[in-house]
């Protein structure tokens, strides 16, 4: 059976680069769907709510600390550091959004949209970027870049060489695609579709698929829709006689 790994154990991030600054909000996770796919769009953004009912207290606290100081390097490093130590306190992967105020489970999918989240809530303008099996956040300040490396407790990168071995180690050989808040949020769907077809869960891997698919058709995902669609149709065709 192929297996489909997203979200790898050990320190795999997703990278994701926005084209433009990504402002996540309530309208910035609604694409256009045709009537047929309301049932979908409303259990995502269902889900999305339970997303941000999580980290309801880091947003709060966030805005009130970007309220009353300069949004500079300084405050970066302490949103990283608060963040890694009250929210995203151990890795595991395929975690999912409510296993945030459990035990604060996370993966690279996970933590880079909660720093993606909290960043466009106080204004600072990111990239997500999504490598070949990785995810991370990077931001510019001035002249100045900085990667959130959210797998990696001195993931908080803002040394030029260090971005450049972080770039290296996750590229593969291969190139960085940038992709929106949105998209990032269709590769959460991804990664779970790919755990449920990892555990033989057919059907719950479609519902996933298809929540992907809507917002972010990319070629990864068309893959795993598509083996999930033949191995649908072979099973109807088992028990057709």
Same mark, same amino acid.
């Given at each position: 059976m192929r297996r489909y790994l997203y979200s790898l154990a050990g320190m795999f991030l997703l990278i994701f680069s926005f084209r433009g600054f990504a402002q996540p909000s309530e309208s910035g996770v609604q694409p256009a769907f045709s009537d047929t796919e309301q049932h979908t769009r409303h259990a995502i /953004?269902? +889900?999305f709510h339970a997303f941000r009912q999580a980290i309801e207290g880091e947003r709060l606290y966030w805005e009130a600390q970007a309220s009353k100081r300069p949004v500079n390097k300084n405050l970066l490093y302490k949103l990283f550091r608060h963040t890694k130590k009250n929210l995203l306190k +151990?890795?595991?992967a395929y975690s999912r959004w409510s296993d945030l105020p459990g035990n604060g489970a996370f993966d690279c999918v996970t933590g880079s949209m909660v720093y993606a989240y909290l960043l466009g809530k106080i204004g600072v303008p990111y990239e997500i970027m999504e490598a070949p099996h990785h995810v991370f956040v990077k931001v510019r300040l001035g002249n100045e870049e900085i990667v959130l490396e959210s797998t990696d407790e001195n993931g908080f990168l803002e040394f030029e060489q260090d971005i450049v071995e972080h770039a290296r180690f996750y590229a593969e050989g291969g190139q960085f695609?940038?992709?929106s808040f949105v998209q990032l949020i269709a590769l959460y769907y991804y990664n779970q579709a790919a755990h449920a077809f990892n555990r033989g869960q057919w059907e719950v891997a479609r519902r996933y698929i298809h929540e992907a698919d809507l917002l972010y058709s990319s070629a990864r995902i068309r893959e795993l829709?598509? +083996? /999930?669609e033949s191995r649908a149709q072979w099973m109807v065709a088992q028990f057709s006689f």
């Open positions: /953004l269902r +889900e +151990e890795y595991q695609t940038g992709i829709k598509a +083996e /999930l």
